[in-house]
């Protein structure tokens, strides 16, 4: 059964950063794709950063992945009142598949 698990959201001030990271398991990490997106409060998903297998990267966020934890990261600085939202995970065999998607993590950016 495959598990993402999402952790490191928060309510932060704008400005502050966040490291978001995603445990992965039951899949065999080194071949699947990872990616991050955001849901807003109005309801929009948004993609925020594909990472491959070989690292191959698209989209405004880069995530940085960690074979050896099954873990995949997305460093969000600067934050700003609209990068507020819930934060998800995704996994797939392909680059832009989105096979498997964790529970998400809520980011809450607020003075």
């Known amino acids: 059964q495959v598990q993402l698990v999402e952790s490191g959201g928060g309510l932060v001030k704008p400005g502050d950063s966040l490291k978001l990271s995603c445990v992965a398991t039951?899949?065999?990490?080194?071949?699947?794709?990872f990616a991050w997106f955001r849901r807003t409060p109005g309801g929009d998903v948004e993609l925020l950063g594909r990472i491959g297998r070989n690292n191959d990267v698209e989209g405004r966020f880069i995530p940085l992945r960690d074979n050896e934890k099954s873990t995949v990261y997305l460093y969000l600085n600067n934050l700003a009142p609209e990068d507020t939202g819930v934060y998800y995970c995704?996994?797939?065999?392909?680059?832009?598949?989105?096979?498997?998607w964790g529970q998400g993590t809520q980011v809450t950016v607020s003075s």
């Open positions: 039951g899949l065999v990490f080194s071949a699947h794709s």
């Open positions: 995704t996994a797939g065999r392909e680059l832009r598949q989105d096979d498997y």
